[in-house]
């Protein structure tokens, strides 16, 4: 993790479109969603069930649900401090 002891969010090319329009969308959300994300974004215990570890194929992955129709995807890099978003938007 970083020095200052915060993660850093990387969005992926093909989730920024997504991530953009959950920001004019869900602006109170989305600023929850980046505090949680910069501080412990593996930590689902946390998040009132927002948060998930995802099962299966996307067993890497944790979800967030920022709605009932939106949600955002990510992985953690605990050893290099980043949080990488690869989906952003209706529930796929």
Do not use: C
Not at 60 to 84: C, P
Request: aromatic residues 10%; glycine residues 6%.
């Amino acid at each position: 993790m970083s020095n200052s002891g915060s993660f850093k969010i990387r969005v992926e090319r093909r989730a920024e479109d997504g991530w953009y329009s959950l920001e004019e969308k869900l602006p109170d959300e989305m600023a929850e969603l980046k505090a949680f994300l910069k501080r412990q974004p593996a930590n689902t215990r946390i998040t009132n069930g927002k948060a998930k570890k995802l099962k299966g194929r996307l067993k890497e992955y944790l979800q967030y649900d920022m709605s009932y129709s939106d949600r955002v995807r990510y992985s953690v890099d605990k050893h290099r401090g980043v949080v990488t978003v690869v989906y952003a938007g209706p529930h796929p």
